[in-house]
């Protein structure tokens, strides 16, 4: 990632310096820019959104451009923790190599993934097309599927300097790519880039560029700079303003302007968890972190590709790097999991995401579930909570991206209902049908069309689970369930068993149990279990089943000092005191 030039350097190289470029670039309008960007930082999102059928997310035929899914990846020396992945990110300067570095190409040879090749040069000087063709060569002998990212982030570079010769020679290594049958080719600018080089510039035309890439960072502080102007993170897209679903926009409005139809991948993309002060942004970071893996393949359903940069970037003083923060590695998984993600480049993937009033026919799975979920984005409103109600009455709240919650329909008679979102101060309303296990959004279910469609929410698994506290069986009104291999059981029961004080915030969707000396929290939804304020990472996050609040088992009742046991033969969890 390129260090990103300032509003003020533009301009200084604007007004005393345009001589040092080849190229005499036209001056913006500052105050219609500046109003533009603001729209797009301060414009809400507020979205209701399910599992739709697989087919129906756009589909260009690009070279190795899956029908439906997202390839997930990550630096390649850094994805020990993430893996299966679908794509690995790796790097070549200048012409030093013919070939990927010693360590990463055996795992390429062995791995079942898409390989995102990211051919970063510093000059177009010294552009050696002969030492390119060999590396292309090698590159092509591994047959495995690579995308060539060439000349990356000319935008905001040197590279850019001349946008003639940088598209000429742009043509020539994407016409020389294109000879190799295993390779294709990324055009990639920076996300926003220098103010005064717009995307169209440097765009070479659709027959030479398989795919549109994007350098996608979002940091909380514009160049490390704690005292950035509203301005400058308006037209940079940082701080408060700094989420992936805004630091796309420009982009997208650029292609879809220019009717450039292409899949869309972050080649490399990351959100700041450290600066150079050492600060940590713990609490800015992790639901950014869930916007960028989970919204923006809502809301932008051209992005084929994720790629994110697991690493340090020590010249920027930014870190970008997960794998040593237990919660951030807990996140990307849990995204990447999420059966929208293509984790091999053979995976086929559940469902891709749809605007509900667009997701046609659900079905509810074994259990009458159907997995619903909320992009909301509004401008300096980071923490909200998102209510679900039908025909006015709550049924579901969640506090964390992207606001899941399980909408049973064995508890909601057939016909049209009323189905809102809302948060504090604003509310969504949509039109739910029902019909024994079938539900759509805006239009009454298609029978033929839901037998072609995967049900909505695979997770839970019926099983017969029994659960003894101190010897005694409790009975229950919603069973125990399986989830993700985690046996969740109803919280109240347990805890009452246990002796424990039970209260519930229907405001924030919190539960909170008291014995002796200990107190836990835990929200639906969340990961995170709070024992006297302490955080536990939970392997499956508290969920709402036929509304009764559903939690795993052992994690909570060990936190209340309990012994947890798991009889395998006979499906029984034990649990002593």
């Not at 310096?17 to 414009?43: I, K």
């Not at 009033?357 to 300096?380: H, I, M, P, R």
């Not at 929290?521 to 089943?545: E, R, S, W």
């Amino acid at each position: 990632m390129k260090k990103l030039t300032t509003l003020i350097s533009i301009l200084v190289l604007s007004m005393f310096a345009t001589t040092a470029y080849a190229y005499n670039f036209p001056q913006p309008d500052w105050t219609a820019l500046l109003n533009e960007r603001r729209a797009m930082v301060t414009a809400t999102d507020f979205e209701l959104y399910v599992e739709g059928p697989l087919g129906s997310a756009p589909y260009y035929g690009a070279k190795f451009e899956p029908t439906s899914g997202v390839y997930i990846g990550m630096v390649a020396e850094n994805s020990a923790k993430a893996r299966p992945l679908g794509s690995y990110l790796t790097y070549l300067q200048n012409f030093s190599r013919d070939d990927l570095y010693n360590n990463i190409g055996p795992m390429v040879k062995r791995d079942d993934v898409v390989t995102m090749v990211g051919w970063t040069i510093d000059s177009l000087d010294y552009v050696d097309f002969d030492s390119m063709r060999k590396t292309l060569e090698n590159l092509n002998s591994y047959n495995k599927p690579m995308l060539i990212r060439f000349a990356n982030e000319m935008n905001c570079s040197a590279l850019g300097d001349d946008p003639d010769r940088y598209v000429s020679i742009f043509r020539q290594a994407a016409n020389l790519i294109h000879e190799f049958p295993n390779l294709g080719v990324v055009w990639s600018p920076n996300d926003i880039g220098a103010l005064d080089r717009p995307f169209q510039y440097y765009y070479p035309g659709d027959e030479y560029v398989d795919w549109v890439g994007v350098s996608c960072y979002t940091t909380k502080y514009f160049q490390n700079n704690p005292n950035t102007s509203d301005s400058d993170a308006t037209y940079f897209i940082t701080g408060n303003y700094g989420w992936s679903t805004n630091k796309l926009k420009p982009l997208m409005d650029f292609m879809a302007k220019y009717n450039i139809n292409k899949p869309v991948m972050i080649s490399e993309g990351g959100i700041a968890r450290t600066d150079k002060t050492g600060d940590n942004y713990v609490g800015w970071h992790e639901p950014r972190l869930r916007n960028m893996l989970w919204n923006v393949i809502m809301k932008y359903p051209q992005v084929k590709m994720i790629n994110y940069f697991n690493s340090i970037q020590a010249s920027e003083f930014q870190s970008f790097y997960i794998s040593d923060s237990a919660e951030s590695i807990s996140i990307f998984n849990e995204a990447a999991s999420n059966g929208a993600y293509l984790r091999s480049a053979s995976d086929t993937p559940k469902f891709v995401f749809k605007p509900a009033n667009d997701g046609g026919t659900l079905t509810a799975d074994s259990e009458g579930l159907v997995k619903l979920y909320t992009l909301a984005y509004f401008v300096n409103k980071p923490d909200i909570t998102v209510t679900y109600r039908i025909d006015g009455e709550w049924f579901h709240s969640s506090n964390q991206i992207p606001y899941t919650c399980y909408l049973s329909v064995n508890n909601i008679a057939d016909g049209a209902h009323k189905f809102s979102i809302s948060t504090d101060d604003t509310t969504k309303e949509y039109t739910l049908y029902k019909s024994g296990n079938l539900v759509s959004f805006g239009k009454e279910p298609d029978p033929s069309a839901a037998a072609q469609a995967p049900a909505a929410n695979p997770a839970p698994q019926a099983t017969e689970i029994s659960v003894l506290v101190n010897g005694t069986k409790l009975s229950f009104d919603q069973p125990p369930v399986s989830i993700n291999d985690r046996t969740l059981v109803p919280l109240r029961a347990i805890f009452e068993a246990l002796h424990a004080e039970v209260e519930w915030n229907d405001a924030t969707s919190t539960v909170t149990a008291k014995r002796g000396g200990t107190t836990i929290k835990l929200a639906i939804g969340d990961k995170t279990l709070y024992k006297n304020n302490v955080p536990i990472t939970l392997d499956v996050p508290a969920q709402l089943v036929n509304d009764r609040t559903m939690v795993p088992a052992r994690a909570v009742t060990e936190a209340l000092g309990a012994t947890v046991d798991w009889d395998d033969a006979t499906q029984t969890v034990i649990i002593t005191e």
